[in-house]
């Protein structure tokens, strides 16, 4: 598979670092035995479970749960968590429903999504809806599910100053056999690198303008710039 084209890549990136996100304000793979990388995802989630029961679903339907011209807010996250439920509705994406369940969340924004309709199609759509039909047309509900799966890390919630902390840490997501390895880039600058499944595209960037939403609850999230990738799409 070609590589992502640069613009939108830097576009997306300078989006989202230009534009604070609509919501006010992570087993192993790699070289590392089994256990080593239980061991560290131990030491990146180590700290007490907030007792806050306000799920993530809650947050990302605060807006209204419409399509808007905003890129960079979690709409289609947000739809396209609705949509596989809707289809699916004992999906363990429900997981984001359940406020007392406690876990990580890496949500792209909505020029995420953007971004990787145009390299799964070879088209730029200029709409959020226009967007969504093209990626649920493109990759169907079982794989938008295993890709939403994959932006969710089970267990107690970690913060961003655990994240950067964590360097090298492999996070295992809700999708089985499917890890996310932390790569710091700088602690300073509270640049974070996820290095997904697909070896062959860009991996995304935890936004610093979007970290610890809804913190103080057993869900968390941060902001990404791109779309994890379990595999090669």
């Given at each position: 598979?070609?590589?992502?084209?640069?613009?939108p890549?830097?576009?997306?990136l300078?989006?989202?670092?230009?534009?604070?996100a609509?919501?006010?304000?992570p087993?192993?793979?790699?070289?590392?035995?089994?256990?080593?990388?239980?061991?560290?995802?131990?030491?990146?989630v180590?700290?007490?479970?907030?007792?806050?029961?306000?799920?993530?679903?809650?947050v990302?339907?605060?807006?209204?749960?419409?399509?808007?011209?905003?890129?960079?807010d979690?709409?289609?996250?947000?739809?396209?968590?609705?949509a596989?439920?809707?289809?699916?509705?004992?999906?363990?994406v429900?997981?984001?429903?359940?406020?007392?369940?406690p876990?990580?969340?890496?949500?792209?924004n909505?020029?995420?999504?953007?971004v990787?309709?145009?390299?799964?199609?070879?088209?730029?759509?200029?709409?959020e809806?226009?967007?969504?039909?093209?990626?649920?047309g493109?990759?169907?509900?079982?794989?938008?599910e295993?890709?939403?799966?994959?932006?969710?890390v089970?267990?107690?919630?970690?913060?961003?100053?655990?994240?950067?902390?964590?360097?090298?840490?492999v996070?295992?997501?809700a999708?089985?056999?499917?890890s996310i390895?932390v790569d710091?880039?700088?602690?300073?600058?509270?640049?974070?690198?996820?290095?997904d499944?697909d070896?062959?595209d860009?991996?995304?960037?935890?936004?610093?303008?979007a970290?610890d939403?809804n913190?103080?609850?057993?869900?968390?999230?941060?902001?990404?710039?791109l779309?994890?990738?379990?595999?090669?799409?």
């Amino acid at each position: 598979m070609k590589k992502r084209h640069l613009v939108p890549v830097v576009a997306a990136l300078a989006g989202a670092l230009a534009v604070p996100a609509a919501v006010a304000a992570p087993a192993a793979s790699g070289t590392s035995s089994a256990a080593s990388a239980s061991r560290t995802q131990a030491s990146a989630v180590a700290a007490a479970t907030p007792i806050g029961t306000r799920s993530l679903a809650d947050v990302l339907l605060a807006d209204g749960n419409q399509f808007d011209g905003n890129w960079y807010d979690y709409d289609i996250v947000t739809e396209a968590v609705l949509a596989v439920l809707a289809a699916k509705p004992d999906s363990p994406v429900r997981l984001l429903t359940q406020g007392d369940v406690p876990l990580t969340a890496f949500i792209p924004n909505d020029r995420a999504f953007q971004v990787l309709a145009a390299d799964l199609t070879g088209r730029w759509y200029g709409s959020e809806t226009k967007v969504f039909s093209a990626l649920a047309g493109a990759v169907g509900i079982d794989a938008l599910e295993r890709v939403l799966l994959y932006h969710v890390v089970p267990g107690a919630p970690v913060t961003s100053s655990q994240a950067l902390r964590s360097d090298g840490a492999v996070l295992a997501t809700a999708l089985p056999g499917k890890s996310i390895k932390v790569d710091v880039l700088s602690r300073w600058l509270k640049l974070v690198r996820l290095v997904d499944g697909d070896r062959n595209d860009a991996d995304p960037l935890l936004n610093p303008r979007a970290l610890d939403i809804n913190k103080g609850n057993r869900q968390i999230a941060h902001g990404i710039v791109l779309v994890l990738r379990p595999a090669d799409l």
